[in-house]
Each structure stands twice: as C-alpha cells, then as structure tokens.
C-alpha cells in the first residue's frame, strides 16, 4: 500500500473521531453518535507504529472534536472583546494535547499485555482522565462524555448513583463492543458472522439498558408529592458588552419594571431570581446606599424574596493583608478583592446572604493561580470589566421563611460552576432543596455554547434530584424538575419573565451521599492495570538482554 493511501487513511480515521464526537453534543440531539465516536481512532491506534505516531493522530482527532464542540468560545461578534477570542484559539489548539493521556495508556496498555486488558482497562482510564480534568484551577470539563445523553430523559435516570461520570463510562464501554463487532467483520470477511451479531446486540442492549430503568422511574416519579414553591425568573437580554456601561438607576428600574410583571400574572410567587451580574455596581458599599436603600425598600414593599448577581468587594485595613492578586488602589494604596456574588434579598429583614463564585473560568474571570502569578494579572485582563475575581470561600446554603413559618433552603452557583458535579453536590449535601443557576451566557450570541450549558443542567438535577431554576441574562433561562424534565423555557435573545413551581427536596441520592464511586474503582483498576504492563515491560526488556 502507498504511503500516501496510509496517511489519507489515517487521517480520515482521526477526522471521524473527531467529528462523531462533536455531532453527539448539544444543541443537536444526536448523543448516540458517541457510542461510536471512539471506535475510527481505536482502529487508527492499531496502525501505528510509535508513541510519536500517536500523539499526533489523537490530536488530529481532538482538534476536530474541540474545534467543532467548542469554536462559540470566542464569541466572534463585532463587540467581542480580542481576549476572548484569542482565549478561544489557545483552548482549541492546546486543549487537545490533554487527551493524549488516556490514549497513550490505551496504547502502552495493548503493546505490553495485550489480548483484550487494553479495552477492557480503557473506558476506565478515560473516565478517571475525565474526572482529573475537572481538577485544578485550569480545568475545563465541558467535553465530558456524559453531557451527550441530556436529550434522552429515561437513559440518564441512573446517574443518581453514579453521577453523569457512569454516563461516559456506559458510553465508552459500547464504544469497545462496537469496535470489537467490526473488527471480527474485517477478520471473517463477512457481515453477519456469530460473534459480530452478539457483539453489536450485546453494545445496543448496554446502550438501551438504563432506558427501561429510567422508564420505571418517571413513571413512578407522577405518583410522589413533593412540597413546593412558586419562583419567577428575569430573562432581561441585555447587550452583555454595554451592560456595564448604563447606570445603577437605570438597572434597578429595568429589573423593577419586569418584577412588577411577573407579580401580576403570579401573584402567589415567593421567590424572583434575576441572572448573573444583574446589577452591575458595587451597590452594597457607601457610595451607593442611596439606591441600595430604594431597592431593599422596594423588595420590603413587594413582601417577596429576591435573589440576584452582583459584584461584591471585601476591602483590607491592612494591605499586608491581602493577597498578592488583589486589586489596588494606586490613590490610595488600598487593596480589596472583588467577587462574581449574588445575595439574597428579604423583605423585611436587614440580613443580606451571600454567596460568592468560587469556581472561576480560567484566564476568563481569574489568572491561574494568580496569586503566584500576580504579576500577569494586569496584562491579561480584558476590557469588559469582569477579570480578576476573587475567589469565594464558602458553599453558602440560602434561607428563607415562608408566611406559615416554614424555612426553605436552597443554593445558588454561578455560571461555569454549573458543570462541576461533584461542586453541585455539596451544596445539596449542606441541605439545599433546590438549586439556582445565575449565568450570563451572552457572550457566545446564538451558537451552540448556551445550549450546551442549559443542558448540563439536567444532569445536575437529576443526579441530586433536585429542581433546579436557572436564570440567564440573554437565555437560555428554564426551570428544570429533579428528573431532568424541563417544566419552562425561553429562548435565546428574548426579554422576558416566567414562573412556575419548584419541587422542594429533603432526600439524598446515592450519587449525592457517596459522590463519584465509578472515579474510585476507575482510579484503582487503572492505577493496578498501569503498574502490571510496567512490570511487563520491564520484564520484556531484561529478556532481550
């Protein structure tokens, strides 16, 4: 065969990889090309020759998958600040080489014990590499395979034991079936052979399986009552590159105007949510207590609960204080750290709760590590007013008590923290009944990312079942039921408000009492799987000698 017939080859291969996986992600609702997606770059790693090879046609592959996944990252709008969008040529270009890592195992897996420990050991592998990928200050876990499967309700009623990590790993296990059924294809020569047939029934059984199980669930689901309450959300549409620039009043009228709406037609809501940055000025400290004032007299007035985003500061008496990533008053050489918060307003009540961002997008909202690397803060901010946060401390658990007496608990998370599993759980371990998402995803305009984010969010219900209301600046804003089911939705780029009720809920699932079980078991197999092919490959080279 010609060397260049080989290289075409391979590089289709690497292309179809690259491609299956992309078109298995939201908004298209096609998640079953994933159980497939692995199978071309499984048959490409039995072509090459060295390590070299490899991590060259895996990148290939993950480009294409990050490239077509991610390319709204950049925003590409006439307003986009050029930071986001060389933040988003950097990701798609350096993100894939990360993916390297499961498929180099794989292959040392195969070249030093072979027969089938390599595929047997793989969708471990990849799920602990997944789950190390949601790790660290520049994690991103956005291509988590799990995130296919959000448009199909009944398959992922199981991740509330296993979190939407068992989701990747059932994904990859049929990805190895698959590609031992055309395997034994190729070798027979023949379509129908015995072993080929069983395999693929064996893959499709594995893939439909948690469909009979979530079936039962949502069946079952109609005949449980829940308590329950009644919350409203803003969807305002603000221009998010101008939001910064209007004035205090001018937002405050905006969002009393759109309240005063939702009371009309929902005069029984307890609860009104508006999204991420919703108000735009530090409006908690002095040199805006006259506005603060009028908010808080307004809320008093309307008897209802509000939570809303906002930049909140904490300022050092004594700068030696703070840390090297904090902000700096050159006037008066002051320091202060400013958060990505969001607090809750009650009527009647001078107690403000907070809760501040404490997962923030890397280079985005926060530098890495910033605080060793303080001194790239100033050349790395963009220009829309929102770099360098600080990170928040503490998973804060909201209350509020009802007119009969009764105190609910919930939790909000802002934006990119909605795509942490196992952050989303501890709040709902700490005893919130419901979950908020405040995001402002209108950086992106209308292109695949804030539809990828409201689809994340289902997984987060149900893993914890709990309801989950998430408000955006620009959309796209629902109310999500514990089971994934959406009850409300907006679209994107509509200035609006909706409301409806909120399931309350006081049981833990076993994903949220025992958290990622399918990571440990992925951990130690991996970790026992690795260490025996080293041993076997030592033991090859002292025989050569």
């Known amino acids: 065969m010609k060397k260049g017939k080989i290289f075409d080859e391979r590089f289709l291969l690497a292309f179809s990889t690259g491609v299956l996986?992309?078109?298995?992600?939201?908004?298209?609702?096609?998640?079953?090309?994933?159980?497939?997606?692995?199978?071309?770059?499984?048959?490409?790693?039995?072509?090459?020759?060295?390590?070299?090879?490899?991590?060259?046609?895996?990148?290939?592959?993950?480009?294409?998958?990050?490239?077509?996944?991610?390319?709204?990252?950049?925003?590409?709008?006439?307003?986009?600040?050029?930071?986001?969008?060389?933040?988003?040529?950097?990701?798609?270009?350096?993100?894939?080489?990360?993916?390297?890592?499961?498929?180099?195992?794989?292959?040392?897996?195969?070249?030093?014990?072979?027969?089938?420990?390599?595929?047997?050991?793989?969708?471990?592998?990849?799920?602990?590499?997944?789950?190390?990928?949601?790790?660290?200050?520049?994690?991103?876990?956005?291509?988590?395979?799990?995130?296919?499967?959000?448009?199909?309700?009944?398959?992922i009623q199981f991740i509330e034991f296993t979190g939407v990590y068992g989701l990747s790993f059932l994904i990859l296990v049929v990805n190895v079936i698959f590609y031992l059924a055309i395997k034994e294809i190729l070798s027979q020569g023949k379509i129908f052979s015995k072993r080929a047939s069983l395999y693929f029934l064996l893959a499709i059984l594995i893939y439909i399986a948690p469909d009979f199980y979530g079936a039962s669930v949502l069946k079952k689901s109609n005949n449980f009552s829940y308590k329950e309450i009644k919350v409203g959300l803003i969807q305002p549409d603000i221009n998010p590159w101008l939001k910064w620039e209007g004035t205090l009043a001018e937002q405050l009228e905006?969002?009393?105007?759109?309240?005063?709406?939702?009371?009309?037609?929902?005069?029984?809501?307890?609860?009104?949510?508006?999204?991420?940055?919703?108000?735009?000025?530090?409006?908690?400290?002095?040199?805006?207590?006259?506005?603060?004032?009028w908010f808080k007299s307004w809320v008093d007035s309307l008897g209802i609960a509000i939570l809303t985003g906002f930049p909140d500061a904490k300022f050092y008496d004594n700068p030696s204080d703070a840390p090297p990533s904090s902000h700096l008053i050159k006037e008066t050489g002051q320091r202060y750290?400013?958060?990505?918060?969001?607090?809750?307003?009650?009527?009647?009540?001078?107690?403000?709760?907070?809760?501040?961002?404490?997962?923030?997008?890397?280079?985005?909202?926060?530098?890495?590590?910033?605080?060793?690397?303080?001194?790239?803060?100033?050349?790395?901010?963009?220009?829309?007013?929102?770099?360098?946060?600080?990170?928040?401390?503490?998973?804060?658990?909201?209350?509020?008590?009802?007119?009969?007496?009764?105190?609910?608990?919930?939790?909000?998370v802002v934006c990119y923290e909605s795509i942490y599993p196992s952050f989303v759980r501890e709040f709902v371990k700490r005893g919130a009944q419901f979950l908020v998402v405040i995001t402002n995803d209108s950086w992106y305009g209308n292109t695949?990312?804030?539809?990828?984010?409201?689809?994340?969010?289902?997984?987060?219900?149900?893993?914890?079942?709990r309801s989950i209301v998430r408000c955006a600046n620009g959309g796209v804003s629902g109310l999500i039921d514990p089971y994934g089911r959406v009850q409300k939705k907006t679209k994107f780029h509509e200035k609006t408000q909706i409301a409806d009720i909120v399931k309350l809920n006081d049981e833990e699932t076993f994903y949220t009492k025992h958290g990622d079980v399918i990571v440990y078991i992925s951990f130690y197999l991996t970790i026992f799987t690795f260490v025996f092919a080293v041993f076997k490959n030592f033991k090859q080279k002292m025989a050569k000698k």
């Not at 303080?374 to 928040?392: M, R």
Request: net charge positive; glycine share 6%; hydrophobic share 45%.
């Open 448 to 465: 695949s990312g804030p539809y990828q984010h409201f689809q994340y969010s289902i997984l987060r219900a149900v893993e914890n079942r």
């Open 254 to 293: 905006l969002y009393m105007g759109m309240t005063r709406k939702i009371i009309q037609t929902n005069p029984d809501v307890e609860l009104i949510v508006y999204p991420e940055t919703a108000i735009t000025y530090y409006f908690l400290l002095s040199p805006y207590r006259y506005y603060f004032n």
């Open 337 to 412: 750290d400013a958060f990505n918060a969001m607090g809750l307003f009650l009527p009647n009540s001078d107690k403000i709760q907070k809760y501040a961002k404490i997962i923030l997008v890397p280079f985005g909202e926060r530098l890495p590590y910033a605080d060793t690397f303080h001194f790239l803060i100033e050349p790395l901010q963009w220009g829309v007013g929102i770099s360098n946060w600080a990170k928040g401390k503490d998973t804060t658990i909201f209350e509020m008590k009802r007119k009969n007496g009764e105190v609910i608990k919930f939790s909000g």
């Open 21 to 155: 996986l992309s078109l298995s992600f939201p908004p298209l609702k096609s998640g079953f090309f994933a159980t497939v997606g692995f199978v071309p770059l499984l048959f490409l790693i039995d072509k090459l020759k060295n390590y070299k090879q490899l991590f060259l046609y895996s990148y290939l592959s993950f480009f294409f998958f990050n490239l077509f996944t991610l390319y709204w990252v950049g925003g590409w709008s006439k307003e986009a600040d050029p930071f986001l969008m060389v933040g988003c040529v950097l990701l798609i270009l350096f993100h894939p080489v990360l993916f390297f890592l499961p498929m180099w195992f794989y292959m040392f897996v195969k070249r030093n014990i072979g027969g089938v420990v390599n595929l047997v050991a793989f969708p471990f592998a990849y799920t602990l590499f997944e789950y190390f990928r949601s790790k660290t200050e520049l994690a991103f876990p956005w291509l988590t395979l799990g995130n296919t499967q959000t448009y199909f309700i009944e398959k």
